[in-house]
Structure formats: C-alpha cells, structure tokens
C-alpha cells in the first residue's frame, strides 16, 4: 500500500476507510479463529483414529496400518492449523503513537495523519492475517481430504481382506 496522503482526504473519508478496515480485520480474525476451532475438532478425530488403529494394529491387524498412515499424514498437515505463528491484532501499542515524527503535526492534521498511519497499519495486518487465513483452510481441506482418503484405502484393503478370507 502506498503511504496515505492525507491532504487529498478529509478527516471523514479517513474516518470511513478505518471504520471498514476494522470490520474487514475483525471478520478476517474471526474465520482465523473459526478454522482453528474446525482444526481443533478434526485433531481430535484423527487422533481418536489413530488411537483406535494402533490399539488394532498391536492386535495383529495389520490392515489398519493404513490408517495409521493417513492419521499421521493428516496431523502433521493439520499441526500448524493449532498454533498459527503469526497473527496479527487490531490496534497499535501507545509507544508506537507517541511518535516524535507525530510532533510535526496539529489539530485535524494530527488526527488526519493517526488515521492514516492507523489505516496503513491495519492494511498490513489484514494482508498477512488474509494470508495466513487462506494456508489455514488449505491445510485444514488437505488434512479432510487424506483421511478421507485413508478410510476409503482402508475400505479396499478391509474388502479384498475379506474376500480373499471367503471360502471358495
């Protein structure tokens, strides 16, 4: 985003784009929020699945290594999902508003340039909050997408078991 020049806005119209800027950080922070929710859920899930399938698994079952596989393939997708590195919040410190390059300016010039430094600072945090959101859901519909998978390759391998287990 290129630096904001105040003198080409009113303090209305700088008033306008923070109000819609925080809405649009708020609701990005609420679906990052949201997948994470989802991801807690799904971990959950395929941890019960893994669980279950070892319990299997060290009854002499080989065919749940499949899911095994799948559950680990999934949770490694999913780890990040849980613990985003970087989020970004709403806001500024004080100590980055008390500014001595702010010193330069008064009245409605003073709060026309908060404004603008504020709209710049939310730009940033939207962009990589955004960023952030989009490799979440990516993940999440990766990790969906091989469990899935491994219960269908379970499927098969359970069935051709089954079969070859029929007496002809």
């Given at each position: 985003m290129k630096p904001i020049q105040t003198e080409n806005h009113t303090k209305y119209t700088l008033e306008l784009i923070f109000s819609e800027a925080d809405k649009m950080a708020t609701h990005i922070l609420n679906s990052i929020s949201?997948?994470?929710?989802?991801?807690?859920?799904?971990?959950?899930?395929?941890?019960?699945l893994f669980s279950y399938s070892f319990i299997k698994f060290t009854e002499l079952q080989y065919s749940y290594i499949v899911l095994i596989?799948?559950?680990?393939?999934?949770l490694l997708f999913l780890r990040k999902n849980l613990f985003p590195?970087?989020?970004s919040f709403n806001g500024s410190l004080p100590e980055n508003m008390i500014d001595s390059y702010f010193d330069n300016f008064k009245d409605d010039k003073l709060e026309k340039e908060y404004?603008?430094?504020?709209i710049e600072s939310y730009n940033i945090a939207m962009n990589n909050n955004?960023?952030?959101m989009t490799k979440m859901v990516d993940r999440f519909k990766l990790s969906a997408i091989i469990t899935l998978f491994s219960f269908l390759l379970f499927g098969?391998?359970?069935?051709?078991?089954?079969?070859?287990g029929l007496p002809s």
């Open positions: 949201e997948n994470r929710n989802k991801s807690f859920l799904l971990f959950a899930f395929i941890t019960s596989v799948g559950s680990i393939i999934s590195q970087t989020i404004l603008a430094t504020q955004r960023e952030q098969l391998v359970f069935l051709f078991g089954f079969i070859k």
